[in-house]
């Protein structure tokens, strides 16, 4: 049996990945939607386009990203080896530019003046403030306090590349208030703007057109780790928050039956609401943000507050596509905590001289777990999802002292 579960099948015309996913917007704001979608359908089966994409791929992000068997750290915890697929070397330092590109270049065709969207960890602002410089658009990026505070760097890089970033005061100050406030900005002027979302949520097309953005991800890794082993790997690991760079290295690998897949969501600092972002570990069904999906919810359907030490994990929702992989078990959605990052980000700096983002050292985290349970026959293949530099001076102040670099 092959289960295609990846761009040829899912979603359906109106965006459900079996009951999740959907469009639950205002009408005039669906019009926007349907037109945004009929002009992707358009063009992502066109040659130009297809070309314009793949050259910036190669010439602009630099890919493809290459796959680093990481010996060290597989012989270090003595079980299966363990490879990276290193989106971390990307411009910009992190997956977010494959879809940023996408959305931009999507923005220009449809003669779009300003593209907005929110941000956290401030890797998608990064990633779409120059999407938006390259291709010659103005660029509203929306902030919570607390992120703009916590990932400073990224904040000054917005601003160099010419981007506005627009601070977000109100709630818990982070990830979801920004999706507010830039959605209600987007309400505002639907029609010269265009919101680029930042990961596989909110109304269709978004989670199809940001899966198929980032599916070049598992796409090279699938011929790459055939070239440098052989075979398929045996295990997927990928950090889930919104879910755009797990889906991307997933969605080559959904029909192999014999490849078992992990997403990794954030434990926080407990499983205690409020404490944590494991959305799709604890959620239960409901709408926020245009779709359905799991969520973390309130007896009234009011999103829970969320926490994870890495910004750009702390959703409570989750891509819907994911929440259809859990229910089929066709992936394992498993949990890191804070510390476990913590511990990860640091064992991957001192044993490979590899700083990965707090994000990508959820997944770095699970795996060393995992490889010690399995034969050294066996591979796992994470993706590397960012970089760490925009957390070190967090991390020192932080933890500095902890891990004996203060
Ligand atoms: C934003 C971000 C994530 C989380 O977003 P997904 O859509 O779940 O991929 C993970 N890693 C890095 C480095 C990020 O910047």
């Given amino acids: 049996m092959s289960m295609n579960l990846g761009s040829v099948e899912m979603p359906d015309k109106t965006g459900y990945f079996g009951e999740y996913g959907g469009s639950f917007v205002p009408p005039q704001i669906q019009q926007v939607l349907d037109e945004i979608a009929e002009a992707y359908n358009k063009i992502k089966d066109d040659e130009c386009f297809k070309e314009e994409l793949a050259s910036l791929y190669k010439d602009y992000v630099g890919r493809p990203s290459p796959i680093f068997y990481a010996k060290s750290l597989s012989k270090k915890h003595g079980g299966a080896r363990i490879y990276f697929k290193r ?40 990633a779409l403030a120059t999407a938006a410089a390259f291709v010659g658009l103005e660029c509203d990026i929306y902030m919570g ?17 010419g981007a506005d970033v627009i601070p977000v005061s109100r709630g818990t100050k982070t990830l979801k208030d920004a ?16 919101y680029a979302i930042g990961s596989v949520v909110g109304p269709h097309p978004f989670p199809m057109m940001v899966r198929d953005f980032q599916s070049i991800v598992g796409t090279e890794a699938r011929g790459q780790f055939k070239e440098i082993t052989g075979g398929l790997p045996d295990n997927l690991v990928a950090c889930v928050g919104g879910g755009s760079n797990a889906i991307g290295l ?12 992990y997403g990794v969501e954030p434990s926080g600092l407990s499983l205690k609401d409020g404490e944590h972002a494991a959305t799709l570990t604890l959620g239960t069904p409901g709408i926020l943000h245009g779709f359905n999906s799991y969520m973390l919810q309130d007896k009234d359907g009011e999103p829970l507050p969320v926490y994870s030490v890495a910004s750009g994990l702390d959703y409570p929702s989750v891509g819907p596509q994911h929440s259809l992989l859990k229910d089929i078990k066709r992936v394992t959605y498993v949990t890191a905590s804070d510390r476990e990052a913590l511990d990860a980000f640091f064992e991957l700096s001192r044993v490979e001289g590899i ?52």
């Fill in 87 to 126: 989106e971390d070397l990307n411009h910009t330092g992190a997956h977010k530019i494959n879809h940023c590109l996408g959305e931009a270049l999507l923005a220009k065709k449809m003669g779009k003046k300003k593209i907005i969207a929110e941000t956290g960890a401030g890797q998608h602002g990064v």
């Fill in 355 to 406: 700083i990965p983002a707090l994000e990508s050292a959820h997944a770095v985290a699970y795996a060393t777990k995992l490889a010690r349970t399995l034969d050294n026959d066996k591979t796992i293949l994470v993706n590397l999802s960012g970089r760490g530099d925009k957390d070190i001076d967090y991390v020192a102040e932080t933890y500095g002292r902890e891990y004996g670099i203060k």
């Fill in 179 to 194: 999706v507010d406030a830039a959605f209600e900005a987007y309400l505002e002027d639907p029609v010269t703007q265009l």
């Fill in 145 to 161: 306090e607390v992120d703009i505070v916590k990932q400073h760097p990224n904040v000054i890089r917005m601003k160099i590349v």
């Fill in 250 to 261: 997933f969605t080559a690998f959904l029909g192999d039956e014999d490849v078992a897949i």
